[in-house]
Protein backbone atom coordinates (compact mmCIF):
# COMPACT_ATOMS: atom_id res chain seq x y z
CA UNK A 1 0.00 0.00 0.00
CA UNK A 2 1.32 3.81 -1.56
CA UNK A 3 1.07 6.37 1.74
CA UNK A 4 0.96 9.87 0.36
CA UNK A 5 2.12 13.16 2.51
CA UNK A 6 1.84 16.47 1.55
CA UNK A 7 2.46 19.62 2.65
CA UNK A 8 3.28 23.35 2.06
CA UNK A 9 -0.04 24.72 1.16
CA UNK A 10 -1.41 27.87 2.47
CA UNK A 11 -2.60 31.60 1.95
CA UNK A 12 -0.60 33.92 -0.21
CA UNK A 13 -1.24 36.83 -1.74
CA UNK A 14 -1.51 37.59 -5.54
CA UNK A 15 1.89 37.43 -7.16
CA UNK A 16 3.59 35.41 -4.30
CA UNK A 17 4.58 31.64 -3.66
CA UNK A 18 4.53 28.59 -2.48
CA UNK A 19 6.40 25.46 -2.38
CA UNK A 20 4.46 21.77 -2.15
CA UNK A 21 6.19 18.62 -1.40
CA UNK A 22 4.54 15.32 -1.45
CA UNK A 23 6.36 12.15 0.35
CA UNK A 24 5.90 8.34 -0.90
CA UNK A 25 5.81 5.67 1.46
CA UNK A 26 5.08 2.31 1.92
CA UNK A 27 5.37 -1.10 -0.65
CA UNK A 28 6.31 1.06 -3.74
CA UNK A 29 7.46 -1.48 -6.49
CA UNK A 30 7.74 0.88 -9.91
CA UNK A 31 6.86 4.52 -9.89
CA UNK A 32 5.65 5.43 -13.52
CA UNK A 33 4.83 8.99 -12.79
CA UNK A 34 4.06 11.22 -10.29
CA UNK A 35 2.23 14.82 -9.68
CA UNK A 36 -0.07 17.12 -9.08
CA UNK A 37 -3.83 17.76 -9.29
CA UNK A 38 -5.86 20.47 -8.39
CA UNK A 39 -9.75 21.22 -7.68
CA UNK A 40 -11.01 24.24 -7.42
CA UNK A 41 -14.57 24.64 -5.56
CA UNK A 42 -17.52 23.29 -7.82
CA UNK A 43 -15.08 22.35 -10.44
CA UNK A 44 -13.39 18.74 -11.49
CA UNK A 45 -9.85 17.91 -10.79
CA UNK A 46 -7.38 18.84 -13.24
CA UNK A 47 -3.84 17.89 -14.41
CA UNK A 48 -1.43 20.28 -13.03
CA UNK A 49 1.68 18.88 -13.45
CA UNK A 50 2.92 15.43 -13.73
CA UNK A 51 6.99 13.86 -14.18
CA UNK A 52 7.13 10.09 -15.55
CA UNK A 53 10.01 8.09 -14.68
CA UNK A 54 11.94 8.77 -17.90
CA UNK A 55 12.07 12.36 -16.85
CA UNK A 56 9.11 13.78 -19.23
CA UNK A 57 6.65 16.51 -18.04
CA UNK A 58 3.15 17.48 -18.46
CA UNK A 59 1.92 20.83 -17.47
CA UNK A 60 -0.94 22.50 -17.56
CA UNK A 61 -1.04 25.67 -20.57
CA UNK A 62 -2.70 27.94 -17.31
CA UNK A 63 0.53 27.10 -15.22
CA UNK A 64 3.31 27.08 -17.83
CA UNK A 65 6.11 29.95 -16.79
CA UNK A 66 5.29 30.52 -13.47
CA UNK A 67 5.07 26.70 -11.82
CA UNK A 68 7.76 23.89 -11.13
CA UNK A 69 7.40 20.41 -11.05
CA UNK A 70 10.48 18.27 -9.82
CA UNK A 71 11.28 15.07 -8.32
CA UNK A 72 13.98 13.17 -5.87
CA UNK A 73 13.66 9.65 -6.80
CA UNK A 74 16.02 8.19 -3.89
CA UNK A 75 13.36 10.38 -1.35
CA UNK A 76 9.95 9.42 -3.51
CA UNK A 77 9.42 12.94 -3.53
CA UNK A 78 7.66 15.18 -5.87
CA UNK A 79 7.44 19.07 -4.89
CA UNK A 80 6.04 21.82 -7.19
CA UNK A 81 7.16 24.96 -7.23
CA UNK A 82 4.76 27.89 -7.60
CA UNK A 83 5.44 31.25 -8.46
CA UNK A 84 3.16 34.51 -9.52
CA UNK A 85 0.42 33.13 -7.95
CA UNK A 86 -3.20 34.33 -9.29
CA UNK A 87 -6.36 34.09 -7.66
CA UNK A 88 -7.66 31.27 -9.91
CA UNK A 89 -4.67 29.13 -8.52
CA UNK A 90 -7.08 28.83 -5.17
CA UNK A 91 -7.97 25.09 -4.67
CA UNK A 92 -7.32 21.77 -3.01
CA UNK A 93 -3.91 20.38 -4.45
CA UNK A 94 -3.92 16.61 -4.60
CA UNK A 95 -0.51 14.61 -5.03
CA UNK A 96 -0.75 11.71 -7.13
CA UNK A 97 1.88 8.67 -7.80
CA UNK A 98 1.33 5.72 -10.59
CA UNK A 99 3.07 2.64 -9.62
CA UNK A 100 3.54 -0.36 -12.52
CA UNK A 101 2.94 -3.65 -11.08
CA UNK A 102 2.67 -7.00 -12.11
CA UNK A 103 0.00 -8.73 -11.49
CA UNK A 104 -2.19 -11.36 -12.34
CA UNK A 105 0.03 -11.98 -15.60
CA UNK A 106 0.25 -8.41 -17.10
CA UNK A 107 1.68 -4.81 -15.75
CA UNK A 108 -0.82 -2.90 -14.56
CA UNK A 109 -0.97 1.25 -13.53
CA UNK A 110 -1.91 1.67 -9.56
CA UNK A 111 -3.27 5.37 -8.97
CA UNK A 112 -2.92 6.53 -5.36
CA UNK A 113 -4.04 10.11 -4.12
CA UNK A 114 -3.05 12.37 -0.89
CA UNK A 115 -5.14 13.82 1.50
CA UNK A 116 -4.91 17.44 -0.46
CA UNK A 117 -3.94 20.60 0.24
CA UNK A 118 -4.92 23.69 0.34
CA UNK A 119 -3.72 26.62 -1.49
CA UNK A 120 -5.52 29.98 -1.09
CA UNK A 121 -4.67 33.05 -3.29
CA UNK A 122 -6.04 36.09 -2.07
CA UNK A 123 -5.16 39.60 -0.47
Known amino acids: QVHLVESGGGLVQPGGSLSLSCAAS????????MGWYRQAPGKQRELVAI???????TQADSVKGRFTISRDNAKNTVYLQMNSLRPEDTAVYYC?????????????????WGQGTQVTVSS
Open 96 to 112: NLVERRFAGGIWTDFSS
Open 26 to 33: GSIFRIKA
Open 51 to 57: TTSDGSI
